[in-house]
């Protein structure tokens, strides 16, 4: 059944429409009928209708005018014009914007019929189509798993960028969010000639049992072993490798007693970021080449067999990005969660004094940068230049460190919104000044508005809205209405000079907005009736 809305400013073609057809058999449901293209517009928007059967002339907004805004606003919805033959080349016209079809008044209710039955074979194409795309995505969904565990592993052999990651994880529904990782390599010790593949499987299951009950950890298949991919909390890497060796060995022991089988497991080094994975992967690679030296049957962790080189933790244009994008418009958590991920890998990086304050010193340039961006003043952020180099000479890179910088960002971020908000505040007061000053103005818009404050629409449109609660368009209306009540109870004027006074070219319109917001007439309110 699809959903129908008749418009047009004739009382009798309504009525006459709604009684004459039977609509429920030609699968269709009349959801509501309007007067005039602007109490059109509300019900589209109430409804959202499949099809509006729409008159070309009407008061306040035609029929064309309306057509159009579907068009942009909606534009799934079939239209069919209902005009007069006088109106023949305009509704021609109306047909190359984009009209589904017309019908000549007068008509019929069978021509009517007949021009619904073509229309609805077009919104059945759709609906089809739409079933297919669901078809689709139901395919895409039983593949899932199949995708998912390509991806992973994608993950642990190549080195993707953070952004590729984010965006596979949202897309296949994959929660990889933690502060560290570290990858396992299953390997089957002897691999038998027969059914080699429910050998695999077996061991598969027997890892993802064990994982299931202690960790957020993956298991997954990749290049005929079994890869374990374990996520944690903490940024402790000593913590993280315990925990995960005894997995591990755990693992192994189970395939030894209940499957009969014998596996030797390289564990690669903890990571903290995911685009590392390929990293630790690499390593728990090589910690299988000691399979030679050591034997079968073991749990052998990168660490153990290699001596670790200290790769220095670098401060790059990525982190400086974030943190200053954190500073200029990311929540309090947002910005303490990346604090705390960069003091921890910088901690952790067991690197050297002089190392530690380069990096403190590219995150304080950040932070300058950001202040400098956004016309900060540096004096009240750092104080003295001479007293803010002393005390930094002084701290040492433990929690002392990063509370002072913690404080001095929180500090910048207050700073910043606060100024962004009292703009925004001096913007709404600065429009709504001006619309008191010109609502007169028949032809006052948002653009005219938006010209004078030298913004675009759309972000005026946008704060307007937050700050005011209401749109523009209803606030320019509350103007005026206000004004009109003004005038009606203080001054002698006829409604269609108070309609010209505030801002209506059209009296019948400002009637008509004037019935709609307060329930009564502008005569009935000047007589003192009382409003709705």
């Known amino acids: ?32 009928t309007a007067e005039n293209g602007r109490e059109a517009m509300e019900l589209v928007e109430k409804y959202l209708p499949d099809i509006v059967v729409t008159d070309i002339q009407m008061p306040f907004m035609n029929g064309l005018q309306l057509s159009e805004w579907i068009r942009s606003v909606y534009p799934d919805t079939k239209i069919v014009i209902l ?11 109306a047909v190359s ?50 995708l998912r565990s390509l991806f992973l592993s994608s993950l642990v052999s190549h080195s993707l960028g953070k952004e590729e990651i984010f965006e596979k994880c949202n897309q296949y529904d994959l929660d990889l969010q933690g502060e560290g990782y570290m990858v396992a390599v299953i390997h089957r010790d002897e691999i038998q000639e027969k059914a080699p ?30 890869i374990v991919l374990a996520v944690f909390d903490s940024r402790d890497h000593e913590e993280m490798t315990s925990r995960t060796l005894k997995l591990l060995e755990e693992i192994r022991y189970t395939a030894e007693r209940y499957l009969k089988l014998t596996l030797t497991i390289g564990a690669g080094s903890a990571v903290n970021e995911l685009s590392e994975l390929n990293s630790s992967y690499q390593d728990a690679m090589r910690a299988l080449d000691y399979q030679l030296i050591l034997g079968n049957n ?73 202040a400098q961006e956004m016309h900060e003043n540096l004096d009240a952020l750092f104080g003295e230049t001479g007293a803010f180099l002393g005390q930094f000479s002084r701290l040492n890179y433990s929690a002392e460190a990063k509370g002072w910088f913690t404080g001095i960002c929180f500090t910048l971020k207050r700073s910043i919104a606060s100024e962004r908000q009292t703009g925004y505040q001096k913007l709404v007061e600065e429009a709504k000044q ?35 609660k209401t749109t523009f368009v209803s606030y320019l209306m509350g103007l005026r209405m206000e004004a009109a009540k003004h005038l009606l109870l203080t001054t002698d004027m006829k409604s269609f000079e108070i309609a010209e006074r505030v801002g209506f070219a059209d009296p019948n319109y400002f009637s008509f907005c004037f019935r709609k917001k307060f329930g009564i007439s502008p005569k009935e309110f000047r007589n003192g009736v009382q409003l709705l």
């Open 83 to 93: 005009t007069g033959f006088e109106e023949f080349e305009y509704a021609q016209r």
């Open 434 to 468: 001006f619309m008191n000053e010109h609502y007169q103005d028949c032809e006052l818009s948002i653009g005219k508005v938006c010209k004078q404050l030298h913004i675009s629409t759309g972000y005026f449109s946008n704060i307007f809205k937050k700050e005011t």
């Open 298 to 370: 073991k749990v052998i962790w990168i660490d153990d067999v290699e001596m670790r080189q200290v790769v220095p933790f670098t401060f790059d244009k990525e982190k400086e990005r974030e943190l200053i994008r954190c500073l200029k418009l990311g929540s309090d958590e947002e910005l303490e969660q990346l604090l705390d991920e960069l003091f921890n890998g910088l901690l952790d990086s067991r690197t050297t004094d002089q190392d530690l304050q380069t990096y403190l010193l590219l995150m304080l340039t950040a932070v300058v940068k950001a």
């Open 197 to 226: 593949e429910l050998q695999l499987f077996a061991v598969l299951n027997v890892a993802e049992e064990l994982v299931s009950r202690c960790s957020r950890s993956l298991v997954f298949i990749h290049l005929n072993a079994v």
């Open 97 to 146: 914007l984009g009209i589904d079809d017309y019908l000549l008044k007068p008509f019929s209710a069978g021509e009517l019929c007949a021009v619904l039955d073509k229309v609805k074979v077009r919104l059945d194409q759709q609906r089809q189509a739409k079933e297919d795309i669901q078809q689709l995505k139901e395919h895409y969904f039983r593949n899932l798993p199949v």
């Open 1 to 32: 059944m699809y959903k129908l809305l008749l418009v047009d400013d004739e009382v009798d073609v309504r009525e006459g429409l709604l009684h004459l057809i039977d609509w429920r058999s030609i699968g269709c449901e009349v959801v509501d």
